[in-house]
């Protein structure tokens, strides 16, 4: 695998040079020369560097789990949180001690390094209380129309039309918490009573209606009715620390919902966006506040449009100055769009299989994206390491990216499995009587119903201009959306009800 003839202290040498560091650091292992690991090729990440973001990229089986382990229980001993989306539930064991006899510790001694069990402090996290967890839900008004269209499967008239009832809901002060809310708002615009409320703007056709109403009902039965919803999760509550300094790691399980990519996956990046619009700037820190670990990250840009995509390229290239860094977690780097995988300072690399002509095509498009290497035929490479190693480029302290390296991780410290009791452990935490129990507030479907119940009531239209005039005068006295638009309140929240990147609501009020 060597492109040049080198001995173990060259390649220690340079290896270690390239990866010295003055300050904190995540350590990920020790390189690998002509098959034996070099003492003196320390392969670490500095740790302010952790919000210039990250890819662990591997085929199935190869390890990204347990790196992402490796690095979340270090980042927690340096007092940074962790958010994991746990799709297999296999990271949940992070909080408990790793076992003494086990392949952990048979890999420390390989490295030469100490190793002890250790758990770490957890929070378990559910979508919408389906599975074992803390119910995380968030409203569909906060949820904004780019991501429900990503979770629909829309078109762009379809992500556009929907952009258009997100906009009127806000003007007119129609909360939309619930599926049910949206509904009954699709209903409404597309019924006598409602179809003339956005023609001046460009208003929606039926056909348009018929297909996002039908389009509910499979989010409604794939878990939508539970995570749309109140009290909707405080992204503050996913940057916090123990009472002993350590960063809390938030696993979202996600086991119960596997069969449901497209929802789980853009809620993953609901939070990543919540996170950017709710978060002050930090600029440049010693540490990241966050670290936030996107997994199966292919699933979050199958089949999304040109807005969604650019909305993430954004998200991702100002996120960092807010203090938090975002780690892909999928096969192959060509599972993220380029804008995006160029923004990924930090990349750890494990085997790729290629056992298919698309499998090959895939392994040359990965090495096209590492820096050239003096030390490896990264083809031959990527396709001969072992479970647990992997080819390591990141971003020194300088902001340069280092040598490609093929490295033995590290073992994890805790355990590499599922926890015992996540159940309980969940019902126990102190978030669990904040979220554990659902909300139903007053939101857009009552307001519509009254306001609908009103029309059916009122009396019979008017002919003449005066009579008309007069009608309006009364509708408008009676009508409780209107008196409360035109009230002081009313337009100091049509002013600050902003949309962000995503559409998310920006809260200003």
């Not at 996290?125 to 389906?130: H, R, T």
């Not at 498009?365 to 290497?373: D, G, I, L, N, Q």
Request: aromatic content about 6%; charged content about 20%; overall charge neutral.
């Amino acid at each position: 695998m060597a492109t040049r003839a080198a001995t173990a202290t060259d390649f220690g040498t340079a290896i270690g040079q390239a990866y010295a560091i003055g300050g904190a650091a995540i350590e990920l292992g020790l390189g690998i020369h002509e098959s034996a690991v070099v003492p003196e090729a320390g392969v670490r990440v500095p740790l302010r560097m952790m919000n210039r973001h990250g890819l662990i990229a591997g085929a199935t089986g190869t390890g990204k789990t347990r790196t992402l382990q490796v690095i979340a229980e270090q980042l927690s001993a340096a007092g940074v949180a962790v958010f994991a989306a746990d799709v297999k539930g296999d990271v949940s064991g992070i909080a408990l001690p790793g076992s003494d006899d086990g392949p952990a510790k048979k890999r420390a001694r390989e490295l030469g390094i100490e190793w002890a069990p250790a758990g770490y402090p957890v929070e378990y996290l559910s979508l919408g209380g389906i599975g074992p967890g803390v119910p995380v839900r968030a409203t569909v008004s906060d949820f904004g129309p780019l991501l429900l269209a990503k979770i629909l499967g829309s078109n762009q008239t379809q992500e556009q039309s929907l952009s258009l009832v997100f906009h009127y809901a806000d003007a007119k002060g129609l909360p939309l918490l619930d599926l049910s809310d949206l509904r009954a708002l699709l209903t409404f615009l597309d019924s006598d009573a409602g179809k003339d409320e956005l023609r001046g703007i460009g208003g929606l056709s039926p056909q348009t209606v018929g297909v996002l109403l039908r389009s509910l009902v499979g989010l409604e039965e794939g878990g939508g009715n539970d995570f749309f919803g109140e009290p909707q999760l405080d992204i503050a509550d996913l940057v916090r620390t123990a009472t002993d300094g350590r960063g809390i790691i938030s696993c979202l399980e996600l086991p119960a919902v596997q069969d449901r990519p497209k929802l789980w996956s853009t809620v993953l990046m609901w939070m990543v966006a919540e996170l950017f619009e709710q978060l002050p700037e930090v600029g440049d820190r010693d540490k990241p506040r966050l670290v936030f670990f996107l997994d199966e990250a292919h699933l979050l840009f199958d089949g999304a449009s040109k807005a969604f995509v650019e909305s993430v390229t954004q998200t991702v290239r100002l996120i960092r100055s807010k203090g938090v860094g975002v780690f892909f977690v999928t096969q192959t780097p060509k599972d993220v769009p380029a804008d995006v995988l160029g923004q990924l300072g930090n990349r750890v690399q494990h085997a790729l299989r290629a056992f298919t002509p698309d499998d090959a095509k895939a392994l040359r498009a990965t090495v096209r994206t590492f820096p050239k290497s003096d030390f490896y035929d990264l083809e031959a490479l990527l396709t001969q390491m072992g479970t647990g190693e992997a080819a390591v480029t990141i971003l020194s302290e300088s902001g340069v990216p280092t040598p490609v390296v093929h490295t033995r991780m590290r073992p994890p410290h805790a355990r590499m499995g599922p926890a015992d009791d996540v159940e309980g452990t969940a019902k126990s935490s102190s978030l669990y009587p904040k979220y554990g129990t659902r909300l139903d507030s007053q939101s857009a479907r009552e307001m519509l119903a009254g306001r609908l119940e009103q029309a059916s009531t009122s009396p019979a239209r008017p002919t003449s201009q005066r009579q008309k005039k007069a009608a309006e005068a009364t509708a408008g006295g009676a009508d409780a959306i209107g008196d409360f638009l035109k009230s002081s309140t009313g337009r100091t929240i049509q002013r600050e009800l902003v949309r962000g990147l995503f559409g998310l609501l920006k809260k200003k009020f």
